[in-house]
Structures are given as C-alpha cells and as structure tokens.
C-alpha cells in the first residue's frame, strides 16, 4: 500500500506552482506572441492541476469550489490546508 505524502511538502508544490503560473500570466500579458512562455505555461498548468489532485486525494479540498458534497458540506471540516 502507497504511503501518504508529506503535507506540508505538497502544499509547498501546489504553492510553487501556483506562483510560477501567476508570473507567467504576467508575462504572457506583455509577450502573448512567446511561444515558449505559452508552452511553459501549459507545462505548468498541468502540473499543477495535478499536485493539486494529488493534495485533495489525501487531505480534502484547497477551495470550496472542490468539494465533493455528498450528504453534508465538508468544507468546514479541518484542517485547513494552511494548518497543521
């Protein structure tokens, strides 16, 4: 059986990911004809979508929007991704 992730760890990754997006979103608004930019900005994307997937299989949702609501709102429920 798989061992769990370190959390702390791959919040860390979902941060730096989303980091990086961002810039390069700022980026791209000055140079929307970089081609590499754009190629490193979907290279990206995905990988953060995925550090993301990964973090919400172990630990819950990162934002409301990703709650998988079944017969109670989790949202609520703890921890935070920012907490212990």
Request: with cysteine; charged share 30%; aromatic share 12%.
């Amino acid at each position: 059986m798989a061992s769990t992730p370190d959390r702390k760890k791959l919040l860390k990754e979902v941060m730096e990911y989303d980091f990086v997006l961002n810039e390069l979103i700022l980026f791209l608004d000055t140079h929307p004809n970089d081609c590499e930019a754009l190629d490193m900005y979907r290279d990206i994307q995905v990988k953060c979508e995925q550090a993301k997937a990964r973090y919400e299989e172990h630990f819950g949702a990162l934002c409301s929007s990703k709650v998988k609501a079944k017969d109670q709102w989790t949202w609520l429920a703890g921890p935070w991704p920012w907490e212990n």
